[in-house]
């Protein structure tokens, strides 16, 4: 089970820090990753880490202003959000799959999820 927190509104310019807690399975075996969903647009890969070698994917439109991290001890995945923009407005989902050569990320690979939290930025 996952556990997604953190979303709400912040201006143009400011940052959140998405939380996603993962119970019931160790998480270090397994690929992270956020992903979002705007009104009327498709789901898109936002950042996926893969938390047993440290592998890490960010999509070219959050790259420098956002960043994945895992603390096991929590068994939690972060996802810091920063130089936030109009355009990150969306549900965001943390999502997980079991890790394997094959895994990106794309989210239709992911087959357990979290149940959204909402950001909104405004400009």
């Known amino acids: 089970q996952l556990q997604a927190s953190g979303g709400g509104l912040v201006q143009a310019g400011g940052s959140l820090r998405l939380s996603c807690a993962a119970s019931?399975?160790?998480?270090?075996?397994?690929?992270i990753g956020w992903f979002r969903q705007a009104p009327g647009k498709e789901r898109e890969a936002v950042s996926c880490l893969s938390v047993s070698d440290g592998g890490l994917y960010y999509a070219e439109s959050v790259k420098g202003r956002f960043s994945i991290s895992s603390d096991n001890a929590k068994n939690t995945v972060y996802l810091q959000m920063n130089s936030l923009k109009a355009e990150d407005t969306a549900v965001y989902y943390c999502a997980a799959v079991r890790d394997r050569p094959s895994i990106t990320c794309s989210w239709y690979q992911y087959d357990h999820w979290g149940q959204g939290t909402l950001v909104t930025v405004s400009s």
């Open positions: 019931g399975f160790p998480p270090d075996d397994y690929v």
